[in-house]
Protein backbone atom coordinates (compact mmCIF):
# COMPACT_ATOMS: atom_id res chain seq x y z
CA UNK A 1 0.00 0.00 0.00
CA UNK A 2 1.31 3.24 -0.97
CA UNK A 3 1.90 5.82 1.50
CA UNK A 4 -0.53 8.42 -0.45
CA UNK A 5 -3.52 5.93 -0.28
CA UNK A 6 -2.58 5.61 3.63
CA UNK A 7 -3.26 9.12 4.24
CA UNK A 8 -5.80 9.60 2.13
CA UNK A 9 -8.06 6.50 3.82
CA UNK A 10 -7.03 8.12 7.32
CA UNK A 11 -7.96 11.66 6.08
CA UNK A 12 -11.47 10.86 5.29
CA UNK A 13 -12.32 8.84 7.96
CA UNK A 14 -10.94 12.07 10.21
CA UNK A 15 -12.94 14.14 8.43
CA UNK A 16 -16.23 12.19 8.03
CA UNK A 17 -16.31 11.04 11.56
CA UNK A 18 -15.93 7.48 11.33
CA UNK A 19 -15.69 5.12 13.90
CA UNK A 20 -15.77 2.00 12.32
CA UNK A 21 -14.56 -0.13 9.48
CA UNK A 22 -15.26 -2.92 8.17
CA UNK A 23 -13.25 -5.48 6.04
CA UNK A 24 -15.67 -7.53 4.53
CA UNK A 25 -15.68 -11.30 2.21
CA UNK A 26 -18.01 -13.31 0.78
CA UNK A 27 -17.31 -17.19 2.50
CA UNK A 28 -18.20 -19.97 0.54
CA UNK A 29 -21.88 -20.09 1.70
CA UNK A 30 -22.25 -16.39 -0.25
CA UNK A 31 -23.05 -15.07 3.35
CA UNK A 32 -21.14 -11.47 3.06
CA UNK A 33 -19.37 -11.41 6.45
CA UNK A 34 -16.96 -8.94 8.34
CA UNK A 35 -15.19 -7.82 10.93
CA UNK A 36 -14.47 -3.96 12.21
CA UNK A 37 -11.55 -2.13 13.11
CA UNK A 38 -12.14 1.44 15.14
CA UNK A 39 -10.45 4.21 13.66
CA UNK A 40 -8.27 4.43 16.25
CA UNK A 41 -6.85 0.94 15.21
CA UNK A 42 -7.52 1.82 11.84
CA UNK A 43 -3.18 2.90 10.56
CA UNK A 44 -2.20 -0.36 12.60
CA UNK A 45 -4.89 -2.02 10.78
CA UNK A 46 -4.21 -1.36 7.12
CA UNK A 47 -0.85 -3.14 7.14
CA UNK A 48 -1.72 -6.07 9.52
CA UNK A 49 -5.20 -6.87 9.08
CA UNK A 50 -7.88 -8.54 11.05
CA UNK A 51 -7.74 -11.66 13.30
CA UNK A 52 -10.07 -14.52 11.84
CA UNK A 53 -10.04 -18.22 12.68
CA UNK A 54 -9.46 -20.67 9.56
CA UNK A 55 -13.03 -22.33 10.91
CA UNK A 56 -15.00 -19.37 9.64
CA UNK A 57 -14.23 -19.94 6.09
CA UNK A 58 -15.79 -23.87 6.63
CA UNK A 59 -18.73 -21.98 8.01
CA UNK A 60 -22.45 -22.90 6.36
CA UNK A 61 -25.11 -20.99 5.56
CA UNK A 62 -26.50 -22.64 9.16
CA UNK A 63 -23.36 -21.42 11.00
CA UNK A 64 -22.70 -25.13 11.37
CA UNK A 65 -18.82 -25.91 10.69
CA UNK A 66 -18.24 -28.48 7.92
CA UNK A 67 -15.24 -30.62 8.57
CA UNK A 68 -12.42 -29.08 6.56
CA UNK A 69 -8.76 -30.49 6.50
CA UNK A 70 -6.82 -27.17 7.99
CA UNK A 71 -10.05 -25.29 8.65
CA UNK A 72 -10.64 -25.09 12.32
CA UNK A 73 -10.95 -23.28 15.71
CA UNK A 74 -7.21 -23.40 16.03
CA UNK A 75 -5.31 -21.10 13.78
CA UNK A 76 -5.66 -18.23 12.04
CA UNK A 77 -5.15 -15.99 9.27
CA UNK A 78 -5.78 -12.26 8.20
CA UNK A 79 -8.76 -9.91 6.71
CA UNK A 80 -6.02 -7.56 4.66
CA UNK A 81 -8.33 -4.77 3.14
CA UNK A 82 -7.86 -3.68 -0.17
CA UNK A 83 -7.62 0.34 0.43
CA UNK A 84 -8.50 0.50 -3.43
CA UNK A 85 -12.21 -0.19 -2.36
CA UNK A 86 -12.63 2.15 0.68
CA UNK A 87 -16.07 3.37 0.79
CA UNK A 88 -18.03 5.40 3.27
CA UNK A 89 -20.95 3.44 3.52
CA UNK A 90 -24.21 5.47 3.57
CA UNK A 91 -26.83 3.12 5.18
CA UNK A 92 -24.84 3.20 8.50
CA UNK A 93 -23.70 5.80 10.32
CA UNK A 94 -20.24 6.60 11.18
CA UNK A 95 -19.23 3.17 9.31
CA UNK A 96 -16.98 2.75 6.32
CA UNK A 97 -15.96 -0.74 4.66
CA UNK A 98 -13.35 -2.06 2.82
CA UNK A 99 -13.21 -5.48 0.92
CA UNK A 100 -10.66 -8.06 2.17
CA UNK A 101 -8.07 -10.77 1.08
CA UNK A 102 -7.47 -14.00 3.17
CA UNK A 103 -4.12 -13.92 3.62
CA UNK A 104 -1.42 -16.30 5.92
CA UNK A 105 -0.33 -14.40 9.53
CA UNK A 106 3.09 -14.47 7.45
CA UNK A 107 0.91 -12.09 4.83
CA UNK A 108 0.97 -15.08 2.24
CA UNK A 109 -2.12 -15.79 -0.50
CA UNK A 110 -4.16 -18.27 1.73
CA UNK A 111 -5.36 -21.24 -0.72
CA UNK A 112 -8.44 -21.13 0.77
CA UNK A 113 -9.34 -17.23 0.17
CA UNK A 114 -12.12 -16.92 -2.89
CA UNK A 115 -10.87 -13.69 -3.79
CA UNK A 116 -7.15 -14.47 -4.35
CA UNK A 117 -8.69 -17.43 -6.52
CA UNK A 118 -9.55 -14.96 -8.67
CA UNK A 119 -6.78 -12.75 -8.54
CA UNK A 120 -4.90 -15.97 -9.76
CA UNK A 121 -7.39 -16.51 -12.46
CA UNK A 122 -7.04 -13.19 -14.00
CA UNK A 123 -3.54 -13.27 -14.19
CA UNK A 124 -3.72 -16.99 -15.76
CA UNK A 125 -5.95 -14.98 -18.40
CA UNK A 126 -3.36 -11.83 -18.47
CA UNK A 127 -0.66 -14.50 -19.65
CA UNK A 128 -2.67 -14.89 -22.65
CA UNK A 129 -3.13 -11.12 -23.35
CA UNK A 130 -6.67 -10.90 -22.24
CA UNK A 131 -9.01 -9.56 -19.53
CA UNK A 132 -12.12 -10.23 -18.38
CA UNK A 133 -14.92 -7.57 -18.45
CA UNK A 134 -17.88 -8.58 -16.08
CA UNK A 135 -21.47 -7.40 -14.03
CA UNK A 136 -23.99 -9.42 -12.42
CA UNK A 137 -27.50 -8.09 -12.63
CA UNK A 138 -29.29 -7.95 -9.68
CA UNK A 139 -32.90 -9.05 -8.55
CA UNK A 140 -33.97 -8.60 -4.81
CA UNK A 141 -37.35 -9.05 -3.07
CA UNK A 142 -38.47 -6.51 -0.76
CA UNK A 143 -39.98 -7.97 2.19
CA UNK A 144 -41.51 -6.64 5.75
CA UNK A 145 -39.31 -5.87 8.22
CA UNK A 146 -39.55 -5.36 12.12
CA UNK A 147 -43.30 -4.28 10.96
CA UNK A 148 -44.94 -7.61 9.40
CA UNK A 149 -47.63 -5.76 9.16
CA UNK A 150 -46.09 -2.87 6.68
CA UNK A 151 -47.29 -3.70 3.05
CA UNK A 152 -43.47 -4.15 0.84
CA UNK A 153 -43.19 -1.98 -2.40
CA UNK A 154 -44.08 -2.74 -5.85
CA UNK A 155 -46.77 -5.70 -5.23
CA UNK A 156 -47.48 -5.50 -9.32
CA UNK A 157 -46.45 -7.25 -12.36
CA UNK A 158 -43.19 -7.59 -14.37
CA UNK A 159 -42.23 -4.19 -15.71
CA UNK A 160 -44.65 -2.25 -13.88
CA UNK A 161 -44.47 1.59 -14.13
CA UNK A 162 -47.32 1.17 -10.78
CA UNK A 163 -44.37 -0.91 -9.40
CA UNK A 164 -41.76 1.95 -10.00
CA UNK A 165 -43.73 4.65 -8.88
CA UNK A 166 -44.36 2.49 -5.34
CA UNK A 167 -40.78 2.39 -5.22
CA UNK A 168 -39.69 5.41 -6.17
CA UNK A 169 -38.26 6.67 -2.89
CA UNK A 170 -36.16 3.36 -2.04
CA UNK A 171 -34.76 3.25 -5.57
CA UNK A 172 -34.20 6.81 -4.92
CA UNK A 173 -32.25 6.42 -1.86
CA UNK A 174 -30.30 3.20 -3.55
CA UNK A 175 -29.24 5.55 -6.28
CA UNK A 176 -27.99 7.75 -3.81
CA UNK A 177 -25.93 5.17 -1.97
CA UNK A 178 -24.67 3.50 -5.00
CA UNK A 179 -23.46 6.78 -6.57
CA UNK A 180 -21.70 7.31 -3.33
CA UNK A 181 -19.88 4.23 -3.33
CA UNK A 182 -18.70 4.80 -7.13
CA UNK A 183 -21.04 2.31 -8.48
CA UNK A 184 -22.88 2.73 -11.83
CA UNK A 185 -26.25 1.87 -12.45
CA UNK A 186 -26.45 1.20 -16.05
CA UNK A 187 -31.26 0.05 -15.92
CA UNK A 188 -33.85 -0.63 -13.54
CA UNK A 189 -37.03 -2.27 -13.59
CA UNK A 190 -39.82 -3.68 -11.44
CA UNK A 191 -38.98 -7.34 -11.59
CA UNK A 192 -41.19 -10.53 -12.61
CA UNK A 193 -42.15 -11.43 -9.00
CA UNK A 194 -44.79 -9.70 -6.32
CA UNK A 195 -42.06 -6.82 -4.72
CA UNK A 196 -39.54 -7.92 -7.30
CA UNK A 197 -37.02 -5.37 -8.71
CA UNK A 198 -33.74 -5.25 -10.60
CA UNK A 199 -30.74 -3.02 -10.80
CA UNK A 200 -27.95 -3.55 -13.11
CA UNK A 201 -24.80 -2.06 -11.92
CA UNK A 202 -21.90 -1.21 -14.94
CA UNK A 203 -19.24 -3.81 -16.07
CA UNK A 204 -15.80 -3.93 -14.59
CA UNK A 205 -12.99 -5.70 -14.72
CA UNK A 206 -12.82 -9.53 -12.89
CA UNK A 207 -11.76 -8.47 -9.17
CA UNK A 208 -13.91 -5.35 -9.39
CA UNK A 209 -16.94 -6.54 -10.63
CA UNK A 210 -17.21 -9.19 -7.53
CA UNK A 211 -16.32 -6.49 -5.47
CA UNK A 212 -19.05 -4.61 -6.92
CA UNK A 213 -21.57 -7.52 -6.36
CA UNK A 214 -20.51 -7.71 -2.07
CA UNK A 215 -21.14 -3.82 -2.72
CA UNK A 216 -24.27 -4.23 -4.61
CA UNK A 217 -26.11 -7.05 -1.39
CA UNK A 218 -24.84 -4.83 1.17
CA UNK A 219 -26.41 -1.32 -0.13
CA UNK A 220 -29.70 -3.17 -1.23
CA UNK A 221 -29.96 -4.61 2.10
CA UNK A 222 -28.83 -1.45 4.43
CA UNK A 223 -31.20 0.99 2.14
CA UNK A 224 -34.35 -1.55 2.38
CA UNK A 225 -33.55 -1.77 6.45
CA UNK A 226 -33.61 2.02 6.71
CA UNK A 227 -37.14 1.89 4.92
CA UNK A 228 -38.45 -0.66 7.39
CA UNK A 229 -38.32 -3.67 4.87
CA UNK A 230 -35.85 -6.75 4.16
CA UNK A 231 -34.13 -7.31 1.09
CA UNK A 232 -34.12 -11.24 -0.23
CA UNK A 233 -31.48 -12.43 -2.57
CA UNK A 234 -32.32 -15.73 -2.22
CA UNK A 235 -32.36 -18.02 -5.54
CA UNK A 236 -35.92 -18.47 -5.08
CA UNK A 237 -37.61 -17.30 -1.93
CA UNK A 238 -41.57 -18.42 -3.05
CA UNK A 239 -42.73 -21.11 -4.34
CA UNK A 240 -45.94 -19.33 -6.49
CA UNK A 241 -43.22 -16.57 -7.79
CA UNK A 242 -40.36 -16.56 -9.65
CA UNK A 243 -37.29 -16.21 -8.60
CA UNK A 244 -34.17 -13.86 -7.71
CA UNK A 245 -32.14 -14.00 -10.85
CA UNK A 246 -28.38 -13.03 -11.14
CA UNK A 247 -27.08 -13.44 -14.51
CA UNK A 248 -23.67 -12.85 -15.36
CA UNK A 249 -22.33 -10.81 -18.19
CA UNK A 250 -18.75 -10.99 -19.68
CA UNK A 251 -16.69 -10.17 -22.49
CA UNK A 252 -13.02 -9.97 -23.23
CA UNK A 253 -10.74 -6.99 -23.75
CA UNK A 254 -6.93 -7.19 -24.53
CA UNK A 255 -4.35 -7.01 -22.36
CA UNK A 256 -4.16 -2.98 -22.90
CA UNK A 257 -7.58 -2.41 -22.77
CA UNK A 258 -7.59 -1.30 -26.36
CA UNK A 259 -9.60 -3.71 -28.35
CA UNK A 260 -12.21 -6.35 -27.42
CA UNK A 261 -11.00 -9.77 -28.96
CA UNK A 262 -14.69 -11.06 -28.37
CA UNK A 263 -15.97 -8.73 -31.33
CA UNK A 264 -15.76 -9.26 -34.67
CA UNK A 265 -17.43 -7.22 -37.25
CA UNK A 266 -18.45 -10.37 -39.23
CA UNK A 267 -20.22 -13.55 -38.30
CA UNK A 268 -23.13 -14.84 -36.10
CA UNK A 269 -24.01 -12.28 -33.51
CA UNK A 270 -20.64 -10.96 -34.09
CA UNK A 271 -18.43 -13.23 -31.90
CA UNK A 272 -14.78 -13.43 -32.40
CA UNK A 273 -12.75 -16.86 -32.34
CA UNK A 274 -11.46 -16.27 -29.27
CA UNK A 275 -14.81 -15.31 -27.82
CA UNK A 276 -16.50 -18.48 -28.92
CA UNK A 277 -13.70 -21.07 -27.81
CA UNK A 278 -14.26 -19.10 -24.52
CA UNK A 279 -17.53 -19.36 -24.46
CA UNK A 280 -17.23 -23.12 -25.66
CA UNK A 281 -14.95 -23.84 -22.73
CA UNK A 282 -17.44 -22.79 -20.38
CA UNK A 283 -20.12 -24.27 -21.76
CA UNK A 284 -18.24 -27.78 -21.18
CA UNK A 285 -17.38 -27.10 -17.90
CA UNK A 286 -20.90 -26.20 -17.29
CA UNK A 287 -22.26 -28.84 -14.97
CA UNK A 288 -19.60 -28.42 -12.92
CA UNK A 289 -19.48 -24.83 -12.98
CA UNK A 290 -23.21 -24.47 -11.77
CA UNK A 291 -21.78 -25.48 -8.16
CA UNK A 292 -20.01 -22.40 -8.07
CA UNK A 293 -22.59 -20.22 -9.87
CA UNK A 294 -25.90 -21.75 -8.17
CA UNK A 295 -24.62 -22.65 -5.31
CA UNK A 296 -27.11 -23.13 -2.95
CA UNK A 297 -30.35 -26.35 -2.78
CA UNK A 298 -32.68 -23.28 -2.85
CA UNK A 299 -30.58 -22.34 -6.43
CA UNK A 300 -32.44 -25.91 -8.37
CA UNK A 301 -36.08 -24.42 -7.46
CA UNK A 302 -35.50 -21.33 -9.85
CA UNK A 303 -33.68 -23.57 -12.57
CA UNK A 304 -37.20 -24.35 -14.32
CA UNK A 305 -38.72 -23.85 -17.77
CA UNK A 306 -39.75 -20.19 -18.25
CA UNK A 307 -38.17 -18.75 -15.41
CA UNK A 308 -35.64 -17.07 -17.14
CA UNK A 309 -32.90 -19.49 -16.73
CA UNK A 310 -32.40 -22.80 -18.08
CA UNK A 311 -32.01 -26.57 -17.87
CA UNK A 312 -29.66 -27.25 -20.65
CA UNK A 313 -26.63 -26.93 -21.75
CA UNK A 314 -26.88 -24.75 -24.72
CA UNK A 315 -26.35 -20.90 -26.11
CA UNK A 316 -28.38 -18.95 -28.79
CA UNK A 317 -28.23 -15.08 -30.01
CA UNK A 318 -31.05 -13.51 -27.57
CA UNK A 319 -32.04 -17.08 -26.34
CA UNK A 320 -33.37 -16.11 -22.61
CA UNK A 321 -33.85 -19.76 -22.39
CA UNK A 322 -30.35 -20.93 -23.62
CA UNK A 323 -27.82 -21.03 -20.56
CA UNK A 324 -25.14 -18.75 -22.43
CA UNK A 325 -27.60 -16.09 -24.27
CA UNK A 326 -25.16 -13.93 -26.45
CA UNK A 327 -26.94 -10.28 -26.42
CA UNK A 328 -27.23 -8.43 -29.63
CA UNK A 329 -24.76 -5.22 -29.51
CA UNK A 330 -26.19 -1.94 -29.96
CA UNK A 331 -25.91 -0.30 -33.34
CA UNK A 332 -22.97 2.00 -33.23
CA UNK A 333 -21.38 0.77 -30.32
CA UNK A 334 -21.15 -2.93 -31.62
CA UNK A 335 -17.30 -3.38 -30.02
CA UNK A 336 -18.13 -2.09 -26.54
CA UNK A 337 -21.30 -3.82 -26.11
CA UNK A 338 -21.00 -7.34 -27.65
CA UNK A 339 -20.93 -9.93 -24.89
CA UNK A 340 -22.28 -12.98 -23.66
CA UNK A 341 -24.57 -13.67 -20.22
CA UNK A 342 -24.17 -16.51 -18.24
CA UNK A 343 -28.20 -17.45 -17.16
CA UNK A 344 -27.16 -20.00 -14.97
CA UNK A 345 -26.40 -18.01 -11.74
CA UNK A 346 -27.86 -16.70 -8.96
CA UNK A 347 -27.16 -14.65 -5.83
CA UNK A 348 -26.60 -18.05 -3.79
CA UNK A 349 -22.50 -17.75 -5.94
CA UNK A 350 -19.89 -16.62 -4.09
CA UNK A 351 -18.44 -13.74 -7.20
CA UNK A 352 -15.19 -14.52 -6.80
CA UNK A 353 -15.96 -18.02 -6.98
CA UNK A 354 -18.20 -17.80 -10.02
CA UNK A 355 -15.97 -15.84 -12.03
CA UNK A 356 -12.68 -17.52 -11.38
CA UNK A 357 -14.28 -20.63 -12.04
CA UNK A 358 -15.71 -19.07 -15.03
CA UNK A 359 -12.42 -17.45 -16.67
CA UNK A 360 -11.01 -20.70 -15.61
CA UNK A 361 -13.20 -22.91 -18.06
CA UNK A 362 -12.95 -20.36 -20.53
CA UNK A 363 -8.96 -20.58 -20.38
CA UNK A 364 -9.70 -24.55 -21.01
CA UNK A 365 -12.09 -23.51 -24.09
CA UNK A 366 -8.64 -21.01 -25.30
CA UNK A 367 -6.53 -23.91 -24.53
CA UNK A 368 -8.04 -26.86 -26.78
CA UNK A 369 -9.17 -24.21 -29.40
CA UNK A 370 -12.95 -25.28 -28.84
CA UNK A 371 -15.61 -25.03 -31.84
CA UNK A 372 -18.84 -23.31 -30.33
CA UNK A 373 -21.34 -25.68 -31.01
CA UNK A 374 -24.15 -24.95 -33.41
CA UNK A 375 -26.79 -22.04 -31.71
CA UNK A 376 -29.93 -23.08 -30.59
CA UNK A 377 -32.74 -20.46 -32.22
CA UNK A 378 -35.50 -21.85 -29.57
CA UNK A 379 -36.74 -22.92 -26.14
CA UNK A 380 -34.33 -26.31 -25.66
CA UNK A 381 -37.51 -27.66 -23.51
CA UNK A 382 -39.57 -27.70 -26.74
CA UNK A 383 -36.94 -30.49 -28.42
CA UNK A 384 -37.46 -34.13 -27.76
CA UNK A 385 -35.03 -35.95 -25.65
CA UNK A 386 -34.31 -37.67 -29.16
CA UNK A 387 -33.68 -34.14 -30.63
CA UNK A 388 -31.49 -32.97 -27.64
CA UNK A 389 -29.64 -36.06 -27.55
CA UNK A 390 -28.72 -35.72 -31.38
CA UNK A 391 -27.78 -32.41 -30.75
CA UNK A 392 -25.33 -32.54 -27.75
CA UNK A 393 -27.62 -30.58 -25.33
CA UNK A 394 -26.98 -32.45 -22.22
CA UNK A 395 -29.10 -31.51 -19.42
CA UNK A 396 -27.63 -29.42 -16.02
CA UNK A 397 -27.73 -30.93 -12.78
CA UNK A 398 -31.19 -31.58 -10.92
CA UNK A 399 -29.92 -30.65 -7.31
CA UNK A 400 -26.60 -29.22 -5.74
CA UNK A 401 -25.66 -32.70 -5.23
CA UNK A 402 -25.73 -33.38 -9.11
CA UNK A 403 -23.78 -30.25 -9.20
CA UNK A 404 -21.13 -30.98 -6.74
CA UNK A 405 -20.42 -34.51 -8.15
CA UNK A 406 -20.02 -33.06 -11.53
CA UNK A 407 -17.50 -30.46 -10.05
CA UNK A 408 -15.47 -33.46 -8.12
CA UNK A 409 -15.01 -34.91 -11.99
CA UNK A 410 -14.03 -31.79 -13.65
CA UNK A 411 -10.28 -32.24 -13.29
CA UNK A 412 -9.70 -28.72 -14.76
CA UNK A 413 -11.77 -26.91 -12.59
CA UNK A 414 -10.53 -28.26 -9.67
CA UNK A 415 -7.06 -28.19 -10.65
CA UNK A 416 -7.82 -24.04 -10.71
CA UNK A 417 -9.32 -24.28 -7.47
CA UNK A 418 -7.03 -26.30 -5.41
CA UNK A 419 -7.19 -28.93 -3.31
CA UNK A 420 -7.98 -26.75 -0.23
CA UNK A 421 -10.71 -24.46 -1.71
CA UNK A 422 -12.05 -27.31 -3.56
CA UNK A 423 -12.26 -29.36 -0.41
CA UNK A 424 -14.20 -26.63 1.48
CA UNK A 425 -16.83 -26.07 -0.82
CA UNK A 426 -17.84 -29.62 -1.50
CA UNK A 427 -17.42 -29.80 3.00
CA UNK A 428 -19.69 -27.14 3.24
CA UNK A 429 -22.00 -26.93 0.60
CA UNK A 430 -22.73 -30.94 1.06
CA UNK A 431 -23.01 -30.06 4.73
CA UNK A 432 -25.56 -27.62 3.88
CA UNK A 433 -27.88 -30.24 1.46
CA UNK A 434 -27.87 -32.78 4.30
CA UNK A 435 -28.93 -30.03 6.72
CA UNK A 436 -31.75 -28.83 4.33
CA UNK A 437 -32.60 -32.71 3.64
CA UNK A 438 -33.91 -32.66 7.19
CA UNK A 439 -36.63 -30.12 6.67
CA UNK A 440 -39.55 -29.40 4.40
CA UNK A 441 -38.99 -26.98 1.42
CA UNK A 442 -40.91 -23.95 3.47
CA UNK A 443 -37.97 -23.95 6.01
CA UNK A 444 -35.34 -23.90 3.05
CA UNK A 445 -36.82 -20.99 1.42
CA UNK A 446 -37.12 -19.63 5.31
CA UNK A 447 -33.47 -19.78 5.98
CA UNK A 448 -32.55 -18.75 2.00
CA UNK A 449 -35.02 -15.45 2.10
CA UNK A 450 -32.85 -14.85 5.52
CA UNK A 451 -29.28 -15.15 4.88
CA UNK A 452 -28.80 -14.37 1.28
Known amino acids: MSNAVQIDILRQVRERDIRLVRFLYCDVSSVIRAKATHARELEERLHSGISLTTAAMALSMLDQIAGVEGLSRIGEVRLQPDPTTFVTVPYAARTASMCSDMVTVDGEPWPFCPRTFLRRMVRQLGEKGLRLRASFEGAFTLLPGADENQVPVGDTVYLSTAAMNTAAPLINDLLDAFEAQHLHVQQYCAGAAQRQHELTIRHAEAIAAADNQVTFRETVRGVAGRHGLRA ?8 DQPGNRCHLHFSLIDGEGH ?11 HVATRGRQFIAGV ?3 LPALTALTCASTN ?3 RLRPEDSSSLYVCWGPDNREA ?4 ASPYAGEEAGTCH ?18 LIAAGLDGLGRELALSQPLLQDPVSLTDAERTERGINRLPRSLIEALDALTADAVLCEALGPGLSSAIQSVKRCEARAFADHDAAYEMGVHTARL
Open 340 to 357: AELRVCDHSANPYLALGG
Open 323 to 326: AIRV
Open 283 to 285: LDH
Open 232 to 239: SFAPHPRA
Open 299 to 301: SYR
Open 259 to 269: STPFYTPHGLQ
